[in-house]
């Protein structure tokens, strides 16, 4: 039930959500005291941290028991409970259930809680002077939010960097077989337009303009060779033209495949 409960927490990612900075500044952003847990990520090296402000915990723990979570529980100037830390524990764990389903696509992991502490300066997963990637999450409750970050040390991030970069392609591609439907009815009922070409030639424009009916224009075709028919205006087929049943009419010799087709 408490997994539940926490898996249903509505998370939006805020404007901008990912920062990179020196791990000593992260560190002094960060309010005291914090419910701080170190985490492994194998087969990564490092240590990642997941930070949950008091505020947070409270508004959670207040939201599973009933309570209306306003915001206005005293966060300073004491430790949690034992009570509290068991919530806090089973939030921290669902967390990490969602960081290893969201690294599925790009490399599987195994995340694991090493420790929690409250006080930032017992959580040094790097040197001080070291880059970190912060992911900064906004948890929205009912009457009230809280954030919640994600820090990962860029030594561990690094040897992923290619493929992240790179993006997510799916290895298979699936192929919806409703929509291959509709599409091929659709072009099976499509109307097209198909040209019979005669013949052509070039001629001046004075001999245009003294034209007169019953003229007769020589094309450059001989009368047994095949003709082009165009469809849409691209040539498609060749063959004959001739009389069936009284009606003009296209006897097709060859079909011309074009390279897009091969």
Not at 18 to 31: A, G, I, M, W, Y
Not at 83 to 103: G, H, P, R, T, Y
């Amino acid at each position: 039930m408490l997994s539940g409960f926490f898996y249903s927490l509505n998370v939006d990612v805020s404007a901008n959500p990912f920062d990179t900075l020196k791990f000593s500044e992260f560190v002094r952003s960060l309010p005291v005291p914090t419910s701080l847990h170190v985490f492994r990520m194998e087969p990564l090296r490092g240590h990642g941290l997941i930070v949950l402000e008091s505020q947070l915990v409270y508004n959670l723990i207040d939201t599973f028991f009933g309570g209306e979570a306003l915001g206005k529980a005293r966060v300073e100037g004491r430790e949690f409970t034992t009570i509290e830390e068991v919530m806090i524990k089973k939030a921290v764990l669902a967390v990490l259930k969602n960081i290893e389903a969201s690294w599925v696509p790009i490399e599987p992991v195994k995340a694991s809680l090493i420790r929690s502490e409250m006080n930032p300066q017992f959580t040094a997963i790097v040197l001080p002077t070291d880059l970190v990637i912060v992911t900064r999450f906004e948890i929205e409750l009912e009457q009230s939010a809280g954030n919640l970050v994600v820090c990962y040390p860029y030594s561990m991030i690094e040897p992923m960097r290619n493929k992240l970069s790179s993006g997510v392609q799916a290895e298979i591609e699936e192929i919806d077989t409703n929509w291959l439907k509709m599409i091929k009815e659709v072009i099976l009922n499509s109307e097209v337009d198909l040209r019979i070409q005669l013949g052509k030639t070039e001629i001046t424009g004075e001999r245009l303009l003294y034209m007169q009916k019953g003229d007769v224009i020589q094309l450059d075709n001989d009368a047994t060779d095949p003709l082009s028919c165009y469809v849409d205006g691209l040539e498609k087929l060749k063959g004959f033209i001739g009389v069936q049943r009284g009606f003009q009419a296209f006897q097709i010799q060859d079909k011309i495949i074009t390279d897009c087709e091969n």
